[in-house]
């Protein structure tokens, strides 16, 4: 075993053993001292990161002649008015092109990600197994959500009460999978940490 020598790999094993003093230690100072580290390197950050982001898209524009960007910087400005009693009334016309601007947005992507794309993912070519089972397991939960409530007794009267709850497993499965796969997300980055301490920290 040889410990590392780097000053960061000693930094990020400080910090890493910090957090996890939480598990252990509820309300550690260690846990503290880092919590309020990142929240202040956080904060750092999005100044630079806001800083570099007037510069590109506001000055230089302006040093090169596009004095068309005048028309969003007033418009952010506008936002700030809310804050001047008497004119907080003016904000509402940025924020009402904020809105408009971003729901037209959100609605064009929204139809294209969870509608048009999600259509042509379901019809699939039925020539292999995993095709078929996805398609029949697509049939089922639409049959779950069109067909229950007030249709229910009708399904069961035509001997196709079993669909809705072959679309209630899917779900319970694919919901259970979700899970799964956030859990396993989750133990892979305290495997990764673990590493860290073992490998690169300890040596071993």
């Not at 779900?171 to 997300?185: D, I, K, N, Q, R």
Request: charged fraction near 10%; aromatic fraction near 12%.
């Amino acid at each position: 075993m040889q410990i590392s020598q780097d000053p960061l790999v000693w930094l990020g094993a400080f910090v890493t053993l910090s957090i996890l003093s939480f598990v252990f230690w509820n309300d550690s100072p260690f846990y503290n001292y880092v919590q309020s580290a990142y929240l202040g390197v956080a904060a750092g950050v999005t100044v630079v990161v806001g800083w570099s982001n007037i510069k590109n898209q506001v000055i230089t524009p302006l040093m090169n002649g596009n004095y068309s960007i005048l028309i969003p910087v007033f418009l952010g400005l506008l936002l700030l008015v809310r804050y001047i009693p008497g004119l907080n009334w003016v904000a509402r016309y940025p924020v009402a092109v904020l809105v408009a601007g971003g729901a037209g947005l959100g609605l064009a992507n929204t139809v294209q990600a969870q509608f048009v794309s999600q259509i042509k993912a379901g019809l699939l070519p039925l020539n292999s197994f995993d095709n078929i089972l996805m398609f029949v397991g697509l049939l089922a939960v639409i049959a779950f959500f069109f067909l229950t409530g007030r249709t229910t007794h009708v399904m069961e009267k035509l001997k196709l009460g079993w669909v809705t709850r072959l679309g209630r497993i899917v779900l319970m499965v694919a919901f259970g999978a979700s899970f799964g796969t956030t859990v396993m997300g989750r133990c892979s980055i305290l495997i990764g940490r673990l590493q860290f301490l073992l490998t690169d920290f300890l040596g071993l």
